[in-house]
């Protein structure tokens, strides 16, 4: 695995780790803010989401302000364990 920290924006991140990908996948790492800008500009095709009913206190709600469907995506998958769903979310 290789990291690259890139800080000239989503675009210049994303072109730099799918040449680097030779046609494999590419993860994106980051907060909710980095997310939600690959989110909004429809860069991202699928997204694997674990809900856990887990008490963790305050945070940033990582779909706030965002409406998925207005995006184009929705939920493709949906598996749901004892102890968390895991949501498959995928870009018409």
Known sequence: TTFHFITDGIH???KKALDSANGKDVRIG???NVIQQYLNDK???E???VVSP???GDGENLF????LLDLGYNISEKISTE??????????
């Open 64 to 67: 706030s302000g965002i409406n």
């Open 47 to 49: 997204m694997h989401i």
């Open 12 to 14: 210049s991140a994303l």
């Open 54 to 56: 887990i008490f963790l």
């Open 83 to 92: 102890n968390a769903t895991h949501l498959i979310i995928k870009k018409n």
């Open 43 to 45: 860069l991202i095709d």
């Open 30 to 32: 980051g907060g909710v």
